[in-house]
């Protein structure tokens, strides 16, 4: 069969209306590794039939890198393999090629301050029906000009969060440990919170716990201890390096069922990502969250975690980008 293939990754920068600018210059260009090939943005394609499209049938990891090196590599690929395990899905490369692979792709688009995805998708069969059998698999690694999900010009003063009617999708239908590409729940989450005029959505599990914010964990800070909730979550990197980062500091921090109640009451409120790293909520369902400006606790973290990723502790050289001990551009 002739597949027919469709354009990825070609847009050209427009005014946004999420009031972000757009990341200008070469992003329509570069290259992308499409099942172990390096090829240039602009012709890389997949088909219209791939599964992940069809479905919502894959899985991803998203990683930055910080001048030159990419921050917990390793954590954010095992991650990913065991995603894909969760999934049955094999990559179209041997598992151990797959670091390189990154690697190779952030060195070819030069970037020191990036924004680096890898994606599996079961691919596309003999027929574009659900049964997975006979998909060959698909897998992309890109890399971008860094970019956080938070408005930087928000991110300063801290954003303003609903708590949706939307509930995160979680056991026993689809385990949020799995990275899929299934975003549609938390994507419809967001989209309550910005019709309720605010910036972020807090989702609640089944059980009525908040559990996440799309493409976020959630931390609170009561009485001078971080919680952060226990279940229905994606595990995330940022999560657990801000527990470490506490541990360090010798502020008291644990995981635990968390309540809008304890949302709603908190002295801090904050949100973790690899893309955007620490994000204060200043207002919840339009009420004020401590004095309603970002919280001593907060800084202390974010100044701790800003140092790790100077440090280079964590971080994987790209090859041909020697770390030239510069922090990545950052809003504050
Ligand atoms: N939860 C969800 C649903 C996410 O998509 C992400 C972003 N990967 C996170 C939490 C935060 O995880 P990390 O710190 O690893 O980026």
Redesign the pocket.
Known sequence: MTVPRAEVDVAEPRELSSGRKPVSGREGRGFVSLNGNLVESQSASVSVFDHGLLYGDGVFD?MFASDGQIFRLADHLDRFRRSLRAIRLALPIPEGRLESEVLRTAAANGLRDAYIKVVATRGVSVEPLLDPRDCSPTLIVFARPYLSLADPSRQEQGITAKLTSIRRIGLPALDPRI?SLDYLN?VLGKLEAIAAGADEALLLDGEGLVC?AP???VFVVRAGEVLTPDRS??E????ATVLELCALLGIPARPGPVAPYDVLTADEVFL????GGLVPVVQVEGARIGDGKPGPVLRRIDDAYRELQRSGRYGTPIPDLEPTGAARPSPR
């Open positions: 998203t990275k938390l996440e493409g976020y964990n979550i994606l995330g990197v940022t999560r973790t990502s690899t893309a």
